[in-house]
């Protein structure tokens, strides 16, 4: 498709992909609106900064990146008191045709500044990890 799509001289051609099934298989476990509006947030995030991070030269532009809700709550600090939030798992990849993949290498500097902003701007998230899982064994997304 993208080899078509650039062909044709459609910009939408370089978009990553989209899961069908839309953000619910970005959430593992139950899916509640409270749910969907987290991982929206945090993939929002990486979604920002990886393009900032590829406009300004200090790495190329993965094949798909996003974030993953874990179905899991661990303990945080808030103020002086202990809490408890959901993890959120950043995923980055390159493939050609979504078969196999790799990981992609994300810069120190912009995985601080993802988490820094997932865990400040998105209620409910106190944790961000990094998936450096190639596919296969792994698969792409997590569902």
């Not at 593992?28 to 590829?54: D, S």
């Not at 094949?63 to 600090?77: D, I, S």
């Not at 992609?104 to 995985?111: A, T």
Request: negative net charge; proline residues 6%; hydrophobic residues 40%.
């Amino acid at each position: 498709m993208r080899k078509v799509a650039r062909a044709l001289g459609i910009v939408v051609a370089e978009r990553q992909p989209f899961p069908g099934p839309g953000l619910a298989v970005r959430v593992l476990g139950e899916v509640t609106p409270q749910k969907i509006g987290i991982i929206r947030g945090a993939c929002a995030i990486v979604e920002e900064e990886i393009e900032q991070a590829t406009k300004e030269g200090s790495m190329d532009g993965p094949w798909q990146y996003f974030a993953v809700l874990l179905p899991l709550k661990t303990v945080g600090v808030e103020g002086d008191l202990r809490v408890y939030g959901y993890t959120v798992a950043v995923r980055s990849v390159e493939s050609v045709d979504g078969m196999t993949a790799s990981y992609s290498e994300i810069p120190h500097e912009v995985l601080g500044r993802i988490s820094t902003r997932i865990t400040n701007e998105v209620r409910g998230v106190n944790r961000v990890v990094y998936d450096v899982t190639n596919k296969p064994p792994g698969t792409i997304e997590w569902e």
